[in-house]
């Protein structure tokens, strides 16, 4: 079932094999996605083809700077002619898999309320909590280079992603492929792969996983050494990072190894499980010094020398 979801969203996103499949992994990890990458490259059909084919209700929410809690957590009314009582309007919030598109251009404000959907997976209206579809995904876009009247997300929210995903540009192949199979770019129209019970079934199977001891120490020291402040701590980590990921990091990996486990065949998590994720997990969790920006060097660079520099089991 997992890999014909890859098929469907392949048929999508052409040429972006990895992409998909860090989706299709934070998928079964039961984790948010934000996508970044320039506008144009099919993040939002991305999206949209992901709820075709689970079977899942799905809402785009459009970003902006005037977007108000409310609009998406849904507010109260007053309904009625004989007897007028407030009456709660769910918000687009309340759908399985929510695309949350340009999320950095929304205020602080709403992205605060975002943040407790995708944490507590409910929303809390006037001092009511309401829980939210079961299962519940927020998929959410930004632009890298427009960041003009934007508001940042924050540190606490960016950790609530599983994984952060860049999104490359495509090459003259694939934009011949593009202008000769799609008629003013529509994608193909795809049928439902999984429903409710067989996504369940998917779910169960991740979590039947077993994570190895090795495997889970590798993935303790790996987070630990992302710390500037911890001996183990490479040298381009101590240079270029102020704060390193937290313990929801080692978690992330845990829960994308498992399900990348699970799309490779296997019945036990290994160490190349965690390398493959360890980039869209990490990235968006090390905060950057200001020597970082001086010298060009990315959150996926310091990534890249992280794992070169922690061993999958520990030297003497």
Known sequence: MASRLKAGLNQVMLDQESVVEQVVTAVLARGHVLLEGLPGLGKTELCKALARLLSLPFRRIQFTPDLLPGD??????????ARRDFVFR????FASLVLADEINRSSPKTQSALLEAMQERSVTVLGQTRPLPDPFFVLATQNPIELEGTYPLPEAQLDRFLFRILVPPVGAKTLRTLLTTRVRGAPPALEPVLDAEGLSRLFAAVDRVHLPGP?????GRLVEASDPRQASAPEPVR???RFGASPRAALALAAAGRARALL???PN?????????APAALNHRLVLAYEASLEKVSAPDV??????????????
Do not use: C, H, S
């Open 72 to 81: 998406i957590t849904g507010t109260y009314v007053l309904e009625g002619e």
């Open 90 to 93: 769910e918000g687009p919030l």
């Open 215 to 219: 495997v889970a120490d590798f993935i």
């Open 239 to 241: 240079r270029f990072v």
């Open 264 to 266: 490779e065949g296997r």
């Open 269 to 277: 998590v290994g160490f190349d499980d965690v390398v493959a994720a």
């Open 303 to 316: 990534v890249r020398e992280l794992l070169k520099a922690t061993p999958e089991v520990p030297r003497g």
